[in-house]
């Protein structure tokens, strides 16, 4: 009897929610996407320690110095990392913006494209990149003008409605809903333990994905930051899905088949179409307390990530 995790991959494009080589030889996800906190982890094992070594060595004797080298280096270790993704998944790597640019339009749209100028020096096709934007105001903004000009964004840390419609309007190619952040929020606010489709991440996304069809919006959805493999089977027909390695062994190792959960063919269709400018997207936003405290964390946490990362390189100078 095959997998869930093969019968998974019936309905849903898996990508492997990893820095880490050897679970993606092993789960064979179509995609793969990364964050500055994986890189992180997998910059700290030894046996990724000679990613970060090259890309120190390349710089050494480059005539740049203090934060511009350690910043330089920085965009060389992810160019690095997501080169190597690539000779294992056939489809994309999403490759982070720092996220200290998150409230930053212009300086997003200027590091997207000396990320994506990078990978095509390494004769990769942008098609194959997904550059990863915080899904604030000004982040959806950017992927929006990226877009237009051909190259494709995955906005992440989405965790409300608000983010996912303004998100589908600025055309862009992909939203990563935070399924087990929004699930940690509403478990510890009410004391209460969610299962299946009472989960409220997974009614988050299954709204974002009906609301997507219904309206013929082309952005897609990956959900994504799973606690449980529950989460995973009641999203089974989601776009995409970006789980853990924890998750996909468990998943390989559980006996299929599963059901398919979302349909494109048959959304929901009491959801009616709505419109955000910029005044109406943020006053939405903050009516959403869990949605306005976990996009605040979230970006809290990857740019302390990020700073780790820049001293780990610091001190291989």
Not at 233 to 248: E, N, R, V
Request: aromatic fraction near 8%.
């Amino acid at each position: 009897m095959p997998s869930q995790l093969d019968s998974l991959k019936d309905f849903t494009t898996v990508v492997a929610d990893t820095g880490d080589f050897t679970t993606m030889e092993e789960y064979k996800p179509q995609d793969a996407t990364t964050n500055p906190s994986l890189i992180l982890q997998a910059a700290s094992k030894p046996e990724y320690k000679s990613i970060v070594e090259k890309a120190v060595s390349e710089h050494q004797d480059s005539g740049l110095s203090g934060s511009d080298l350690t910043e330089a280096i920085m965009d060389r270790v992810l160019i690095l990392f997501g080169i190597e993704i690539l000779k294992i998944v056939p489809g994309r790597v999403s490759t982070e913006v720092d996220a200290r640019l998150s409230f930053d339009k212009e300086g997003t749209i200027a590091k997207a494209k000396q990320l994506i100028a990078a990978y095509e020096a390494e004769g990769i096709s942008k098609d194959r990149i997904l550059i990863k934007i915080a899904s604030t105001w000004e982040g959806i903004k950017a992927a929006e003008e990226l877009e237009k000009e051909g190259i494709h964004c995955n906005l992440t840390l989405l965790f409300a409605f608000a983010q996912a419609v303004a998100c589908a309007e600025a055309k862009v190619q992909l939203i990563s809903p935070f399924v087990g952040r929004i699930y940690d929020w509403f478990k510890k606010e009410n004391n209460t333990d969610y299962v299946g489709d009472e989960d409220p991440g997974v009614q988050s996304v299954t709204k974002i994905y009906n609301y997507y069809k219904k309206h013929a919006y082309k952005t897609e959805v990956m959900g994504a930051s799973f606690r449980n493999a529950g989460q995973i089977t009641s999203l089974a027909g989601c776009d995409l899905l970006t789980i853990s390695p924890g998750l996909l062994e468990e998943l390989q190792n559980a006996e299929g088949p599963l059901e398919q959960k979302l349909n494109a063919d048959a959304p929901d269709s009491s959801l009616e179409k709505i419109t955000l400018d910029e005044k109406s997207f943020r006053f939405a936003f903050n009516e959403d307390a869990m949605a306005t405290e976990k996009t605040a964390q979230g970006i809290r946490a990857f740019s302390a990530d990020i700073v780790k990362l820049e001293k780990l390189i610091e001190s291989m100078l």
